[in-house]
């Protein structure tokens, strides 16, 4: 494996501003890529789950403040909410001694309570960036390769295990440790199997459209209890809710959102799905190769600004997935588990509603090709490098 790309973003962020906060869900191997980048700094690395490095935070201005002229890596920051107004005070006091940039990485695996932690007290003088699982650009150019990614996911352990079997393992594995220990350390009193019956049922649902009302009724509670349920799944980067397109045609649009858990391999691991011949014969491989594409797309698209949305109206035309550019363009994409792909009529329907900039029809195949006249065959990878394309132009 080469390095992640990630890496020269995160040092270029932190060539930029005081702060920079690396979010992803565990085990994605946010720790490995900020002692990579600490190693080149001379870099003071303290981990928040650790009782001997939160004691030396007894006193937190005190401590950090004989390190202003030293990157300090704080790992799993959510679990000391208390830091980030001392975080603001030590930025500016190092501002004010000439030292505008690099003071903090700050690493953290729940989304939402740290954006929200931070941005109330680091509002500009930090950036975001998101570290996700492995992609289809970072794990070689093979179909041996797209494939053990699809079948394993992306997390670094269960991808790069030596077997399909030590990989099923590990993943089984990360499941019960989301359940037993981590969630709790949220704050959230939800029941192990409470929890496991509804990431089984999502990963069963996976690609459909999202029903609280049902899921809600399936485990056995109320609809905002639900809804929770899955904030939190969402929060811990592990749950995407792909919206609909919404525009003024005069069509009656679909409304729900559709779900996706964001890591194939984890909705194997539900589905007690172990390799490739049973994945293949298994009801869920349509919703799982679609699940595996968007969220590869979603995740290169997303440092270019670029937003993705489903599309579908009740007559019966559909766009798997719309990904709608900062300046307006629009790029329809239909995902097909097929050598020989054909867009269906929907798809066809949804390109006349929307007029897209282009239309491709992703498949896993090796080549890319015309299908129509404003239709193109591409494999994941290359509309991946499409994207990661237009992501360099956005930072250039």
Request: glycine share 8%; aromatic share 8%; charged share 25%.
């Amino acid at each position: 494996m080469k390095p992640r790309r990630i890496q020269l973003e995160l040092e270029r962020r932190l060539a930029e501003v005081p702060a920079v906060v690396l979010l992803g869900p565990r085990q994605v191997g946010k720790t490995t890529l900020a002692l990579a980048v600490a190693e080149k700094r001379d870099a003071l690395y303290l981990d928040l789950e650790s009782e001997a490095d939160r004691a030396k935070l007894a006193e937190p201005e005190l401590y950090l403040s004989g390190h202003l002229d030293r990157l300090v890596v704080l790992d799993e920051v959510h679990r000391t909410p208390g830091l980030f107004p001392v975080l603001r005070g030590l930025i500016d006091r190092a501002r004010r001694a000439g030292r505008r940039h690099g003071l903090y990485l700050l690493l953290g695996s729940a989304a939402l309570d740290l954006l929200r932690q931070s941005g109330e007290t680091l509002a500009g003088r930090v950036s975001y960036l998101a570290l996700d699982p492995f992609d289809v650009l970072e794990v070689g150019d093979t179909p041996t390769a797209l494939d053990r990614l699809w079948l394993r996911g992306g997390f670094p352990e269960s991808f790069l295990a030596p077997d399909d079997l030590t990989s099923f393992r590990w993943r089984e594995d990360f499941l019960r440790s989301y359940l037993e220990r981590d969630i709790p350390q949220f704050g959230r009193r939800i029941a192990a199997d409470r929890l496991r019956r509804l990431w089984t049922m999502l990963a069963h649902l996976q690609g459909g459209l999202l029903n609280v009302a049902q899921l809600a009724r399936n485990l056995g509670v109320d609809a905002k209890t639900a809804a929770g349920y899955l904030d939190l799944l969402i929060d811990l980067l592990l749950l995407r809710r792909l919206p609909p397109w919404h525009a003024n045609l005069g069509k009656r649009l679909v409304r729900s959102p559709k779900v996706y858990l964001r890591d194939s391999g984890l909705v194997h691991a539900l589905l007690a799905v172990r390799d490739r011949e049973a994945l293949l014969s298994h009801p869920i491989v349509g919703a799982s190769w679609e699940g595996f594409v968007i969220e590869n797309l979603l995740n290169v698209a997303a440092s270019a600004g670029i937003q993705g949305y489903f599309y579908r109206t009740s007559g019966g035309a559909e766009i798997d997935l719309l990904l709608a550019h900062p300046d307006g363009r629009l790029w329809a994409v239909e995902v097909k588990r097929s050598l020989a792909p054909k867009p269906e009529r929907g798809f066809h329907s949804a390109c006349a509603d929307l007029a897209p900039e282009r239309g491709f029809l992703v498949y896993p195949g090796a080549e890319t090709y015309p299908v129509s006249e404003h239709i193109e065959a591409i494999p994941p990878r290359a509309l991946a490098a499409l994207l990661a394309g237009a992501a360099a132009c956005s930072t250039a």
